[in-house]
């Protein structure tokens, strides 16, 4: 599936958004952390959506299945991966208004 070679945060992104419509990925630093921003102009999520999109399983277009979108596990591998590498990821959506997931991760000095 083209979707999964993109990465979770980004392949969720195209899937759930439009043909046509962006997908916007910003990096930077902030306060001493490297900042992953993948942001989306797609049909958002609701509060409930929102606060659950991390768990296990968890899909919040019910029409979805394994076999038509996936096992509901991408997001909590993203979350499983930036937490052992002592970070943290969220997500700011509404309804009608895309979504904006943030991985923020300790920036190290390479000297």
Same mark, same amino acid.
């Given at each position: 599936?083209?979707? +999964?070679? !993109?990465?979770? %945060?980004?392949?969720?992104?195209?899937?759930?958004?439009?043909?046509?419509?962006?997908?916007?990925?910003?990096?930077?630093?902030?306060?001493?952390?490297?900042? %992953?921003?993948?942001?989306?102009?797609?049909?958002? &999520?609701?509060?409930?959506?929102?606060?659950?999109?991390?768990?296990?399983?968890?899909?919040?277009?019910?029409? !979805?299945?394994?076999?038509?979108? $996936?096992?509901? &596990?991408? %997001?909590?591998?993203?979350?499983?991966?930036?937490?052992?590498?002592?970070? !943290?990821?969220?997500? $700011?959506?509404?309804?009608?208004? $895309?979504?904006?997931? +943030?991985?923020?991760?300790?920036?190290?000095?390479?000297?």
């Amino acid at each position: 599936m083209a979707v +999964q070679r !993109r990465g979770h %945060l980004i392949g969720n992104a195209v899937a759930h958004t439009p043909a046509g419509t962006p997908v916007r990925i910003g990096v930077g630093t902030e306060g001493g952390e490297a900042v %992953l921003t993948i942001a989306d102009e797609g049909p958002g &999520l609701s509060a409930e959506e929102a606060a659950r999109v991390f768990d296990r399983f968890y899909r919040a277009d019910g029409s !979805r299945t394994r076999t038509t979108g $996936g096992a509901g &596990l991408g %997001l909590a591998i993203v979350r499983s991966i930036v937490a052992a590498h002592g970070g !943290r990821v969220k997500v $700011g959506s509404a309804p009608g208004e $895309g979504a904006a997931f +943030q991985v923020r991760l300790p920036a190290t000095d390479p000297r």
